[in-house]
């Protein structure tokens, strides 16, 4: 399986202001996929990102609030912008399982508070 | 839109209970059928269920996949505190414009206590 890291692993931060969080694979992937979950809440897609084209964003998540960079094969960032509290949550970075694994890999999240 | 649906949503247990965690679903392309574990932040894998009727096995933990019916069980056998955590079923569906993707269910937390 995929070694997944994520920088920050936590942080507070105040209203209106942006984060921008890491994501390292440790291995080259096609897919990297950005998750949110708010606190007592399940995991629910921001966005796949694919080296090389525009991240696709579902339903509720726009470009703008999370504006996503995917440099090369092993690395992606997501910003969170102009926050608020309710962007409180952990944002959590996953990567398609290689060599015929089908499954998702996490990386071990980012604990974001909004003040 | 693609639904994932667990229950109980919580249970609490006294160890060396043996616990059946349900998860059905309603997709679009069905590709998979994954369970996870999650502790603290980040989900760790458990099983990936693709056909029906196959019993996946880990130790203490099984589970199946039903096609027909469209659900899954994850199976917890003599459980023990450390098995304490939230249970997430996703499943995995095509998609025309990003390939793949997994919807979560909300999860069943499971409280062992000792």
């Known amino acids: 399986s995929a070694v997944i890291s994520q920088k920050p692993s936590r942080d507070i931060c105040q209203r209106g202001t942006s984060l921008t969080i890491q994501c390292q694979v440790d291995s080259q992937v096609t897919m990297m996929f950005w998750y949110r979950q708010q606190p007592g809440q399940s995991l629910t897609l921001i966005a796949t990102?694919?080296?090389?084209?525009?991240?696709?964003?579902e339903s509720g998540f726009v470009i703008d609030k999370f504006p996503i960079s995917r440099p090369n094969l092993t690395f992606s960032t997501l910003t969170v912008s102009n926050m608020s509290p309710e962007d409180s949550s952990i944002y959590l970075c996953?990567?398609?399982?290689?060599?015929?694994?089908?499954?998702?890999?996490f990386g071990p999240g980012t604990r974001l508070t909004v003040l | 839109e693609d639904k994932v649906v667990q229950s109980p949503l919580s249970l609490v247990v006294h160890e060396g209970d043996t616990v059946t965690l349900n998860c059905s679903y309603e997709?679009?392309?069905?590709?998979?059928l994954l369970w996870y574990k999650q502790e603290k932040k980040a989900p760790t894998f458990l099983f990936m269920l693709t056909s029906s009727g196959i019993e996946k096995k880990s130790g203490r933990l099984s589970s199946i996949l039903d096609k027909k019916e469209l659900f899954s069980i994850l199976n917890i056998t003599a459980t023990q505190t450390g098995d304490s955590a939230v249970y997430l079923c996703?499943?995995?569906?095509?998609?025309?414009?990003?390939?793949?993707?997994?919807?979560f269910g909300e999860g069943t937390q499971l409280t062992v206590n000792p």
């Open positions: 997709v679009t392309n069905f590709r998979s």
């Open positions: 996703a499943v995995e569906a095509l998609k025309e414009t990003s390939g793949s993707r997994l919807t």
């Open positions: 996953s990567v398609d399982g290689q060599g015929g694994s089908d499954t998702q890999y």
């Open positions: 990102a694919n080296q090389g084209s525009e991240a696709t964003y």
